[in-house]
Each structure stands twice: as structure tokens, then as C-alpha cells.
Nanobody
Framework: QVHLVESGGGLVQAGGSLRLSCAAS????????TGWFRQAPGKEREFVAA????????EYSDSVKGRFTISRDSAKNTVDLQMNSLKPEETAVYYC?????????????????WGQGTQVTVAS
């Protein structure tokens, strides 16, 4: 089982940027794809972005396209999420998750391992 640890969350003003990182403790990412999800209080967990193991395939939710970028950093063994032009409604706990099998899916049920999450708060 992969143990995932997210970092990089915090408080930012609307329009600002944050960079989240997801690290696999105890080893590399022996999985097919890694995704980022978020969950606001009282709401369902929603898909944000995903990237294949090779980094050659990416997928984004329509709400973040053009503002968020998911990437793999092989040197650091992380999957990062660069978030720009953040909005107050994007305040949530952000989670990374991995899946061992294709295809890349936007459904939380398609991911086997999850991190504990990192809080992102966007102030208006």
C-alpha cells in the first residue's frame, strides 16, 4: 500500500497561487495514475486533476482548466499541483490519490490509496 502525504496548503488571498505536493512515503509511485481531489465542508469530494505515471496524460476538471497544472517531479518523487488565480469557493481540503490501473478516472471510487489531505483556504 502506498502512503501518500500532501503538503503546501495554507491561506492565500483570492487571485493568489499555491503549489501542492504529494509524496509517496516509503518509495516511489508504483501506480498508474495520481489524482488530486478536493472536498469543501458539506460537499462531496470532487475531481480536480490527474496525471498518468509517465506524465504523458493529464486531465482537469473544467473549473480549473487554464489555472491549475498537475505535474510529476521525478527528482523529488512528487506529484505537484500548481494552482493559480485561486477563488474563495475553492477553499477545501485537497487530497491526492493513486490508482494502479487505467484509465485515468475522475471518480473517487477509482482510486485505491489516499493521503490525509491539506487545507487550502482562499480569502476574499
Amino acid at each position: 500500500q502506498v502512503h501518500l502525504v500532501e503538503s503546501g496548503g495554507g491561506l492565500v488571498q483570492a487571485g493568489g497561487s499555491l503549489r501542492l505536493s504529494c509524496a509517496a512515503s516509503g518509495g516511489s509511485f508504483p501506480t498508474y495514475a495520481t489524482g488530486w481531489f478536493r472536498q469543501a465542508p458539506g460537499k462531496e469530494r470532487e475531481f480536480v486533476a490527474a496525471i498518468s505515471f509517465s506524465g504523458g496524460l493529464t486531465e482537469y476538471s473544467d473549473s480549473v482548466k487554464g489555472r491549475f497544472t498537475i505535474s510529476r517531479d521525478s527528482a523529488k518523487n512528487t506529484v505537484d499541483l500548481q494552482m493559480n488565480s485561486l477563488k474563495p469557493e475553492e477553499t477545501a481540503v485537497y487530497y491526492c490519490a493513486t490508482t494502479a490501473a487505467p484509465p485515468i478516472t475522475t471518480q473517487p471510487s477509482g482510486y485505491e490509496d489516499w493521503g490525509q489531505g491539506t487545507q487550502v483556504t482562499v480569502a476574499s
